[in-house]
């Protein structure tokens, strides 16, 4: 098991696509059990592996209180939205600091493989909704920030690059 290093935006390697996964082998559980630790460790709900620079199509989300339930989502595919939306305030690993309301679909069934290569198809609402829908959006190259108005966009960078120049002097 092993932490890896998560990558803050506005880190470039941010926005690559990632490739799906072909075969669920030994590597990729390991990848998911670092991604884990490292989520955990964070802490955090949710971490894409593009956050950790593999850009593969592995996600691991846990939104429980006790952080027993761990959910991995290899492949991921949404099979269906509602209409409806909600707007819920998010935060991200890689953006530290900065939690903003973005509006998503309500409701989604999601399709995906586990850690042993199985199909599996699970409903998502609220919270766990939120988080497989940015989970996802990392492994197209997207961060949450993103949604939010060029103005906003700008004083993340800037706050962001600014904490980075201070951690480099301490
Ligand atoms: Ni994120």
């Known amino acids: 098991m092993a932490l890896l290093p998560i990558l803050r935006y506005p880190d470039p390697r941010l ?3 990632a490739e799906p996964v072909r075969e669920v082998d030994d590597r990729i559980r390991q990848l998911v059990r670092d991604m884990a630790e490292t989520m955990y460790d964070a802490p955090g ?3 894409a592996a ?4 593999v850009h593969e199509r592995v996600v691991v989300i846990d939104v429980s209180e006790e952080g027993n339930d761990l959910r991995v989502l290899i492949n991921p595919e949404i099979l269906w939205k509602s209409d409806e939306l909600q707007v ?3 935060g ?8 903003d309301q973005v509006q998503r679909a309500a409701r989604i069934r999601v399709r995906a493989l586990n850690e042993n290569g199985e199909t599996y198809e699970f409903d998502a609402e609220g919270l766990l909704a939120v988080c497989v829908q940015h989970e996802m959006d990392h492994l197209l190259g997207k961060v ?3 949604y939010l108005s060029p103005l906003k966009q700008n004083r993340i960078r800037t706050k962001l690059r600014k ?3 201070e951690a ?3």
């Open 163 to 165: 904490q980075e120049r």
């Open 88 to 90: 819920y305030e998010e």
């Open 92 to 99: 991200c690993l890689s953006v530290p600091g900065v939690y």
């Open 144 to 146: 949450f920030v993103e």
């Open 168 to 170: 480099l002097r301490a």
């Open 15 to 17: 926005h690559k696509v």
């Open 45 to 47: 709900v949710g971490l």
């Open 50 to 53: 593009t956050q950790v620079d």
